[in-house]
C-alpha cells in the first residue's frame, strides 16, 4: 500500500500518510481531529512497545503482565519452517511463562513501524529483528492490537510471522496458502447473521480468540472471560433476535505473506432497522492447513 501520498475519503477510509495509516469515521467531530493527537496516539503506543521488549529482555513479568488488556489476551505465531510452517500460540500468562523460562537473553529490535488508527483502537505494524544473548537471531513481522482504555493502551494480543536466521527458502512457492483473508471475513459475517455458530467458529483462530465491542475507550471493569470469539457470538446475534452485520469499505492489508490486517466500518440492523454502526480492525495468520484465520478483531461502536 502506498505511504507517501494522502488518500482521503469522506466515508469508511483510510488516511496514508508517509509510514502511518489512519482509520477514520463519517463523524464530524472525529473527521476534525489535528495530526498532533495521531502523533501522541504514536508516542503512547511506541512506550507501551518500548515497555514490553524491556521487560521481555529483563524477564520482568510484573510489567509484562500489566501491558496486556486482561488474562485472555493471546499470542499467535507462524513459525516460517522450511519443512512446514505452523502456528502456535499462547493466552497471556502461559506466554509469560514461556519467555521466562528461556535460558538465554532476548531482545527484540522493532523498525518500519506502521499505525492502522480508530477510536479509541490501534493496530501498529512492525518488522522486528531478535537478538539472542546479542547475536541476530530470528526476525519476522508483528502486527500489535491495542485498546485505549482509563488507565492507557493495553495490548489485546500479537499476531507475528517468524523466520529463522539464514532461512531463504521461498514460502510463497513452496507453501501456498489455499484460501485469501476475505474468506475468513467472509465467515464471521454470514456465521453472524445466519445465527450458524459452526460456520463463525471457522473464522477465528481458535474460539478463545479476542474479539469484542466496546464504548470508544475500554471498560477495564469488563471480565475477562467476555473478551472471546465464543462470548461475542453468545452474547451479541444471540442475545437480540434479528440482528444482521454488514462491513462497509472493507480494506485488507497482507503484511506479510502469514499476516494481514483489517479495517472497516460496520453496520448492524435489527429487522431491518438501524441498530448499531461503528469501526473494525482485525488482525489475521495464514495456517498453512486451514489457511486465513481471525487472530483478534476490534468493534468501536459510535
Same mark, same amino acid.
Given at each position: 500500500?502506498?505511504?507517501?501520498?494522502?488518500?482521503?475519503?469522506?466515508?469508511?477510509?483510510?488516511?496514508?500518510?508517509?509510514?502511518?495509516?489512519?482509520?477514520?469515521?463519517?463523524?464530524?467531530?472525529?473527521?476534525?481531529?489535528?495530526?498532533?493527537?495521531?502523533?501522541?496516539?504514536?508516542?503512547?503506543?511506541? $512506550?507501551?512497545?518500548?515497555?514490553?521488549?524491556?521487560?521481555?529482555?529483563?524477564?520482568?513479568?510484573?510489567?509484562?503482565?500489566?501491558?496486556?488488556?486482561?488474562?485472555?489476551?493471546?499470542?499467535?505465531?507462524?513459525?516460517?519452517?522450511?519443512?512446514?510452517?505452523?502456528?502456535?500460540?499462547?493466552?497471556?500468562?502461559?506466554?509469560?511463562? %514461556?519467555?521466562?523460562?528461556?535460558?538465554?537473553?532476548? =531482545?527484540?529490535? #522493532?523498525? !518500519?513501524?506502521?499505525? #492502522?488508527?480508530?477510536?479509541?483502537?490501534?493496530?501498529?505494524?512492525?518488522?522486528?529483528?531478535?537478538? *539472542?544473548?546479542?547475536? @541476530?537471531?530470528?526476525?519476522?513481522?508483528?502486527?500489535?492490537?491495542?485498546?485505549?482504555?482509563? +488507565?492507557?493502551? *493495553?495490548?489485546?494480543?500479537?499476531?507475528?510471522?517468524?523466520?529463522?536466521?539464514?532461512?531463504?527458502?521461498?514460502?510463497?512457492?513452496?507453501?501456498?496458502?489455499?484460501?485469501?483473508?476475505?474468506?475468513?471475513?467472509?465467515? %464471521?459475517?454470514?456465521?453472524?447473521?445466519? $445465527?450458524?455458530?459452526?460456520?463463525?467458529?471457522?473464522?477465528?483462530? !481458535?474460539?478463545?480468540?479476542?474479539?469484542? $465491542? =466496546?464504548?470508544?475507550?475500554?471498560?477495564?471493569?469488563?471480565?475477562?472471560?467476555?473478551?472471546?470469539?465464543?462470548?461475542?457470538?453468545?452474547?451479541?446475534?444471540?442475545?437480540?433476535?434479528?440482528? *444482521?452485520?454488514?462491513?462497509?469499505?472493507?480494506?485488507?492489508?497482507? +503484511?506479510?505473506?502469514?499476516?494481514?490486517?483489517?479495517?472497516?466500518?460496520?453496520?448492524?440492523?435489527?429487522?431491518?432497522?438501524? #441498530?448499531?454502526?461503528?469501526?473494525?480492525?482485525?488482525?489475521?495468520?495464514?495456517? @498453512?492447513?486451514?489457511?486465513?484465520?481471525?487472530?483478534?478483531?476490534?468493534?468501536?461502536?459510535?
Amino acid at each position: 500500500f502506498m505511504k507517501t501520498n494522502l488518500l482521503l475519503s469522506v466515508r469508511n477510509a483510510f488516511y496514508v500518510t508517509f509510514s502511518f495509516l489512519l482509520l477514520v469515521s463519517c463523524t464530524p467531530d472525529y473527521s476534525n481531529d489535528q495530526d498532533d493527537d495521531y502523533e501522541d496516539i504514536e508516542g503512547e503506543i511506541d $512506550q507501551v512497545l518500548f515497555n514490553f521488549g524491556t521487560s521481555l529482555a529483563e524477564k520482568d513479568d510484573e510489567v509484562q503482565r500489566s501491558l496486556f488488556l486482561s488474562s485472555s489476551s493471546a499470542l499467535n505465531f507462524v513459525i516460517k519452517n522450511p519443512e512446514a510452517p505452523f502456528v502456535f500460540g499462547f493466552p497471556r500468562d502461559e506466554w509469560i511463562g %514461556f519467555f521466562e523460562s528461556w535460558d538465554y537473553e532476548y =531482545f527484540p529490535e #522493532y523498525s !518500519n513501524k506502521e499505525f #492502522y488508527i480508530g477510536k479509541g483502537m490501534v493496530i501498529q505494524s512492525i518488522d522486528f529483528q531478535g537478538y *539472542k544473548n546479542e547475536v @541476530p537471531d530470528s526476525f519476522g513481522k508483528d502486527l500489535f492490537a491495542y485498546v485505549q482504555t482509563a +488507565t492507557g493502551w *493495553k495490548i489485546v494480543g500479537v499476531s507475528s510471522s517468524i523466520t529463522s536466521p539464514g532461512d531463504a527458502t521461498d514460502y510463497g512457492a513452496n507453501f501456498p496458502i489455499q484460501t485469501t483473508p476475505s474468506v475468513a471475513i467472509d465467515a %464471521f459475517v454470514e456465521g453472524f447473521n445466519e $445465527q450458524n455458530q459452526e460456520l463463525f467458529a471457522t473464522a477465528f483462530i !481458535n474460539l478463545m480468540a479476542p474479539c469484542f $465491542q =466496546f464504548n470508544t475507550t475500554f471498560d477495564v471493569s469488563y471480565a475477562d472471560d467476555l473478551h472471546s470469539a465464543t462470548a461475542f457470538y453468545a452474547n451479541v446475534p444471540n442475545a437480540v433476535s434479528g440482528l *444482521k452485520i454488514k462491513l462497509v469499505g472493507a480494506e485488507i492489508v497482507e +503484511t506479510d505473506q502469514f499476516t494481514a490486517l483489517v479495517s472497516a466500518a460496520y453496520s448492524i440492523r435489527k429487522d431491518g432497522n438501524k #441498530y448499531e454502526k461503528g469501526q473494525m480492525l482485525a488482525t489475521m495468520v495464514a495456517t @498453512p492447513a486451514d489457511g486465513w484465520k481471525i487472530t483478534n478483531m476490534l468493534l468501536s461502536k459510535l
